[in-house]
């Protein structure tokens, strides 16, 4: 073996070579820090968002061929590239040189918003067409379903990519024969003629062809390298860690026996996570590359031999191509393992994990271990004793050691025997999200039967998700042997394997009743499965299955998106020049897709540079008894560690904010993730190093109120309660003809910004100025804060936002503590400080939206109008009906209405909204063709929802309305702009420009914006309630009227004149060229005292029909389609209005679907990242989306009679909620349980499961309350 090695690899076509290379550095953070290739971002660290996505191009000397494959660099340890091509988002195109096409169209179709996870959608797509140049759109599909966005909504990324296919801008459907350009538009009424609407937010005329010829190609020494076979073990090493890398079987065998301990890392998937968030170290790495007797794919008389190194995307292009070649009864296996190998993870890690890491890791909830345990699979090891097989059955998976491999024992491949004619093998699962989500519950069920004669004759079955480990039924299989194939046996079964799989109250993961349901749900479906083939081999002795159960057979799976989009056209009046009203590209788009748009942490280390990070609380009510700093500050590269006591006196308590919270706490805590101290080191790995060292001892205390029903017992409110009357309600309750009364939850919901909190403060060095560049929607906060606690004015602290990789109201207050410590150590040192959360912190630290409970009392007459409604309000604000359509119509507002604080509104386009919705969604056709499908189909249920939309724009109070913005005019005729407003993916920024445009009637090109700073604008309101651009255009046009004004005679002197030439002649006649401009805000006000008057500006209206279908058996919800129209007023942007609303309902959606929260009855938050918490990704979205614009109608004092709209969208996300609402009423109508029905919010595939009563819900045990502690509580 050879020690020292250097490892080789490339990186965009040029060549790496490390000589110290530390085993512990991922590729993500060497690309970043070391190469300063920034396009690849850290989103999560886990594999489970896709920021980091790279391509990874190997050569195989044997097959001759060069693989290029997605892959997560958070999860890629440096040390296993040796001799592989890294393409990142850098290496594809720039603006420096040229630009791909894949960046030129995600930019171009508007796919782009924050742009935060932009470079990693880029790579996925670009990695497509590596290996696809003309993919199909379910190729598409697949190549993003590891990727997250939170906001665009995806929709416009997928038609970039679409642009690229072979067929493109069809549903892609031939159901029933025909596709969406055959019928018209799904039979959505066609849309109007002529130029007053458009259905197009992007030219593809314009788009760079693909032309793969033009790509980087496989570095030629890497394939000289790969072709010589004289390579010996690579050994790196560094103080903790050593990384050895055998390439041959013998030296692996070898290393083996000397580290019997050490892992063998294939894919990193496992082992990697298991190190970053368990804290498991590995002083030694076992890491094959590229052993050939670890990929050998051997095809035998008795099945399939798979090498233990192949990787999971490769096994699936193996079986898919195995399934073609073979008859089907030989593959019934293959076709269930590829069922499972398509919602397995994303497609980076599918193309980095391998078989053999998947099966020795064990893992409780593995897809692919109940298949093979119930498919006779065995493992062929090898040793240097020698070769041995054992079974992969169930003391494998216990890891029991008599059936394990020994620790010097390596997996070689598997074996997976051919199925034989009468034995049929199945898989399910379930899980929160369809794809790119851990099962909450999986099993692989195989029987075989007598020839002909239906007896089984061997049966297994295996479950995950159930228990530490896979766990197979196997005493109830063999009690169930000769029996025939029937309802009685199935009844039998099911009991029998309850009874077996048992799963007490407190079992991890929670969610305990729903899935005892699914372990006989998917029980049900696969005896049903069964009947269905022994139908179809022999007619005649097989019953055949009522039709109607038939809707049990098919899992639900979304088509491809399709969309359409209809706005108005800007003013024909209008200048050609003048931008607005135009679908203008978000202004970084294209540097959002080369990688080169720069984020907080994307900006250069500065000399000395030091990096912060926070210890937290890990209780929810404790006293701090005592905090041991010393061992962490023994630590080397450790520089200080700051407690409370650095930062006496400061709170939270700065201007609009009244929450009095101490920066760090030091005598108690009162919730998980508060923060204690802050360490500071000379790098990242040293300061997190450093802070799992401090140790804090706790006193809990009582009482601990963790829900809001245990807030309303303790009467632990926060202040002002508030109350809004409207009539008599006493009175009105008098008359009605019904009163219902009910309370509705709903859960919280993480921001799940992309770019977690991060800023950089450096301080100057004279005056005691100090620069915070900061992610945050208020910098004026920041400046604030950090000026109190320094203890300098305001006018030492500049703090300066380019952009944010998304906020969604996240980055306000927490950020300005968190800038304020870093401040302080910056300060102290008098050396920059960066801090930069990881996800699991930033989750943990900043809470999110609220958990809400309504309590009401609702008064209604027999029409179904309302008359009377008493509501109270809670919302968990942490430490610190069956409505029909009717009911919905009849109770909206009137034309000229009042809202409950009276204040007067027009609410004609709210029902213009409405009535367009009800036109374009054809919803009483289509409410007929759901009740059709639902008398039809027992199992699977649709249901069609329709919500009207009412949202108040405004801020509270005139002063909270202001805005500013500065305008200068060079000698050259550009334009420089500066307004108040943060650039977080709304594209303020460019609406900006776009308003400078029309008013200096410029081109876009002149004028320029370069980000946001309390040094250019001074004390500017935060960025949030959807009016930043309104309020900051409005200031921006203020600027730009009073240079035209002071312009004018210039101008009119040489009308035809360029700005180049009247800025010059303004220069020689001593007139200023700059010029602010400012908005006082817009009158708004409310008496608490007395529920009155006029908080809000103007109202946003919107409807929203969205149509679901719902397995009853399993809970999996498919969104069929979704069709919106806002009013939006004139659209500033059309491109950029649509965006905000479909990633807004996006984001509502998973509000109201899948986003579900976790904590433990001591209110530790479990779920701290994407892996336990989904967000929507790609396989979420509506099937069909349909978004229309009301074409304007009236004339506003707001900018350009627009409207701001990035919240409102969240809103109609409920649409679904009440569709999948629907549809479980029409399950429980139909097994004769009609009625109210309470759905808590969010509908999760738990919630639909075990709505949907049945005989499957009574059979299961169920739990008395308080006889156990559940693994999680709502809050
Ligand atoms: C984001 C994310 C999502 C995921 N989603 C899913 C999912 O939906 N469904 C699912 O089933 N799984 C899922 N997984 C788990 C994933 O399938 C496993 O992590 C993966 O298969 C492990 O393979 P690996 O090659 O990366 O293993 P590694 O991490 O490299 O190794 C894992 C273990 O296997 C041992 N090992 C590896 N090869 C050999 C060998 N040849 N001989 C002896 N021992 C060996 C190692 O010693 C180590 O202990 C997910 C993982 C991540 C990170
Ligand atoms: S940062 Fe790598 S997947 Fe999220
Ligand atoms: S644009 Fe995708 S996360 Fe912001």
């Known amino acids: ?35 300063r290739l920034t396009g690849t971002k850290y989103g999560c660290g886990g594999g489970g968002c896709g920021a980091c996505t790279v391509m990874i191009s190997r050569y195989n000397p044997i097959t001759k061929k060069i693989r290029h494959y997605p892959a997560n660099a958070c999860l890629t340890p440096i040390c296993s590239l ?113 130029n007053e609407t458009s259905l197009k937010l992007f030219s593809e005329e314009e788009f760079l062809p693909l032309d793969p010829t033009q790509e980087l190609i496989f570095p030629p020494e890497l394939m000289t390298m790969a072709e010589k076979k004289t390579q010996k073990t690579r050994i790196f090493g560094s103080d903790r860690m050593t990384w050895i890398s055998p390439v041959t079987l013998k030296e692996l065998l070898e290393a083996k026996v000397k580290y019997p301990q050490a892992p063998v890392v294939m894919g990193n998937t496992s082992v990697g996570p298991d190190m970053k968030f368990k804290g498991i170290f590995h002083p030694v790495i076992i890491s094959p590359d590229r052993i050939e007797e670890l990929s050998v794919v051997n095809y035998t008389d008795n099945g399939l031999t798979v090498g233990a190194a192949v990787s999971l995307a490769e096994m699936k292009d193996i079986l898919s191509n195995v399934t073609r070649k073979l008859p089907e009864e030989k593959t019934q296996m293959y076709h269930a393992l590829l069922k499972h190998l398509g919602t397995l993870a994303g497609p980076q890690i599918r193309n980095m994990a391998s078989l053999g890491g998947h099966i020795v890791s064990r893992h409780p909830d593995s897809d692919l271990n109940p298949l093979l345990a119930v498919g006779n699979c065995t493992l062929n090891l090898l040793s240097k004793e020698g070769k041995r097989q054992i079974p992969l059955n169930e003391q494998f998976l216990r890891k029991c050691p008599s059936a394990d491999l020994k620790p010097e024992e390596i997996l070689i491949s598997v074996n997976i025997p051919y199925s034989k004619k009468w034995e049929f093998v199945s898989a399910f699962r379930q899980a929160q999200r369809q794809q790119n ?90 005896y049903l499965e069964v009947s269905q083939i022994l139908k179809e081999m022999d007619p005649v002795h097989y019953p055949s299955l009522a039709s109607k159960y038939e809707s049990a057979l098919e ?101 609009f904010l009244t929450d009095t919270e101490q920066l760090l706490s030091t005598d108690e805590v009162s919730c998980v993730g508060q923060l204690i101290c802050a360490v500071i080191a000379d790098s990242e790995v040293q300061a997190r190093r450093a802070a799992q060292r401090v140790k804090i001892v706790y ?192 109770n909206m507002y009137k034309e000229i209405d009042q809202t409950p604080y009276k204040q007067e509104i027009n609410a004609k386009n709210l029902i213009q909204c409405w009535k367009e919705c009800m036109a374009t969604s054809s919803y009483t056709l289509r409410k007929a063709a759901v009740e059709k499908f639902n008398s ?124 180049k030439d009247w800025a010059q002649a303004a220069f020689n006649e001593s007139i200023s060229l700059s010029a602010t401009g400012y908005f006082r805000g817009y009158e708004s006000n409310i008496n608490w005292e007395t529920g009155e008057g006029h908080p809000f500006e103007y109202f946003v209206y919107g409807a929203a029909c969205s149509e679901v279908e719902i397995d009853c058996l399993t809970g999996a919800h498919k969104n069929i389609r979704t069709d919106i129209v806002m009013d939006v007023g004139y659209s500033i942007n059309p491109a950029l209005d649509i965006g905000q609303i479909e990633g807004a309902f996006i984001q509502g959606m998973g509000l109201y679907t899948i986003e579900e929260l976790n904590y433990s009855p001591q209110g530790v938050l479990y779920t701290r990242g994407p892996n336990q918490y989904k967000i929507p990704a790609i396989c979420d979205i509506p099937m069909e989306l349909h978004i229309s614009l009301l074409p304007p109608s009236e004339n506003s004092n707001t900018l350009y009679s627009s409207k701001g709209l990035g919240e409102s969208g969240i809103f109609l996300g409920c649409s679904v909620l009440f569709a999948i609402h629907d549809a479980i009423s029409a399950a429980r109508q139909e097994r004769g349980l009609p009625g109210p029905l309470r759905l808590n919010s969010p509908l999760t595939p738990e919630k639909i499961r075990m709505a949907c009563e049945d005989k499957f819900t009574k059979m299961i045990p169920r739990d008395e309350p308080g006889s156990y502690v559940p693994w999680s509580i709502p809050i």
Request: hydrophobic share 40%.
């Open 1 to 35: 073996m050879e020690g020292g090695a250097e490892l080789l690899f490339y990186v965009n076509g040029r060549k790496v070579i490390e000589k110290n290379v530390d085993p512990e550095t991922m590729l993500l953070p060497y690309l970043r820090k070391k190469l």
């Open 936 to 1059: 039809e189909n027992y199992w699977k249920k649709k249901g069609l929802a329709m919500v009207p939309l009412k949202f108040p724009v405004g801020v509270g109070s005139v002063a909270a309305g202001q805005a500013a913005a500065l305008v200068h005019i060079y000698l050259d005729g550009s334009v420089l702009v500066t307004h108040g407003g943060i650039e977080m993916g709304q594209g303020v920024h460019t609406k900006m420009i776009q308003v400078v445009s029309r008013e200096l009637r410029m081109p876009l090109s002149s004028i320029h914006l370069r980000g946001t700073s309390t040094e250019t604008i001074p004390n500017t309101n935060p960025s949030g309630g959807s009016v930043v651009a309104d309020l900051n255009g409005l200031a921006v046009k203020d600027a730009c009227q009073t240079l035209l004004k002071r312009l004018e005679p210039i101008i009119s002197k040489n009308p035809r004149g360029t700005w």
């Open 82 to 194: 040796y001799g592989a091509a890294i393409t990142t988002v850098e290496g594809i195109g720039s603006t420096k040189t040229r630009i791909h096409p894949v960046q030129e169209r995600i930019a171009k179709c508007h796919g782009t918003q924050c742009g935060f996870c932009t470079p990693g959608m880029v790579m996925s797509m670009y990695t497509l067409l590596r290996n696809h140049p003309e993919p199909t759109l379910s190729q598409l599909n697949d190549a993003l379903g590891g990727n997250l966005c939170r906001c665009t909504g995806y929709r416009p990324i997928i038609d970039a990519c679409k642009t690229f296919c072979k067929t493109s801008g069809c549903c892609q459907s031939k159901e029933n024969g025909v596709c969406c350009l055959d019928q018209g538009i799904n039979g959505l009424p066609e849309f109007e003629e002529g």
């Open 699 to 890: 006193r809990d205390l009582e009482p601990l109120i963790l829900t809001i029903e245990e807030a309303i017992q303790n009467k632990s409110f926060f202040e002002p309660e508030r109350k809004l009357e409207y009539g008599n309600v006493d009175e009105a309750f008098k008359m009605v003809d019904q009163i219902l009364e009910g309370e509705i939850h709903m859960g919280g919901q993480e921001h799940f910004y992309m770019e977690t909190q991060s800023m950089l403060v450096v301080p100057k060095g004279e005056d005691q100025e100090i620069d915070v560049y900061v992610s945050t929607q208020f910098p004026k906060y920041i400046q604030d804060i950090t000026a109190a606690v320094l203890k300098v004015a305001a006018n030492k602290v500049m703090c300066h936002v380019k952009r944010v990789g998304g906020a969604f109201g996240g980055k306000v207050t927490k950020t300005g503590v968190l800038a304020a410590i870093t401040a302080f150590a910056a300060n102290k040192h008098g050396r920059p400080v960066r801090c930069i959360l990881e996800r699991g912190e930033d989750i943990l630290i900043t809470g999110g939206r609220h958990p809400y409970l309504g309590k009401y009392k609702v008064g209604f007459m027999n029409d179904g109008r309302i008359l009377a409604l008493d509501m109270e309000h809670y919302n968990n604000a942490g430490a610190f009906l069956d409505e029909s359509l009717f009911v919905r119509t009849v």
């Open 437 to 526: 989500a851990l099962a909450i519950v999986n099993s692989g069920m195989r029987v075989c039967f007598g020839k002909g004669d239906g007896i089984i004759r061997e049966l297994s079955i295996a479950y995950g998700g159930v228990g530490p480990t896979t766990i197979l039924a196997k005493n109830s299989c063999q009690k169930l042997i000769g029996r025939p194939w029937n309802e009685e046996m199935l009844d039998a079964a099911c009991r029998l394997i309850l009874d077996e799989v048992s799963l007490p109250g407190s079992a991890p993961g929670g969610k305990v009743e729903f899935k005892r349901t699914l372990i006989i749900s998917f029980l049900f479906k696969f």
């Open 555 to 655: 899992d639900l799976r979304s088509r491809h998106c399709w969309s359409t989009l209809k706005y108005q056209n800007a003013d024909l009046k209008q200048l050609s020049q003048d931008p607005i009203g135009h679908p203008i590209m978000h202004l970084s788009g294209i540097k959002h897709a080369t990688g080169e748009a720069i984020y907080c942490d994307d900006m250069p280390v500065v000399d000395r540079e030091l990096f912060l990070t926070f210890v937290t609380s890990s209780r929810a009510r404790a006293k701090i008894v005592s905090i041991d700093l010393s061992e962490a500050l023994s630590l080397p590269g450790v520089v200080d560690i700051l407690t409370g006591e650095h930062l006496p006196g400061i709170t939270t308590n700065f201007g």
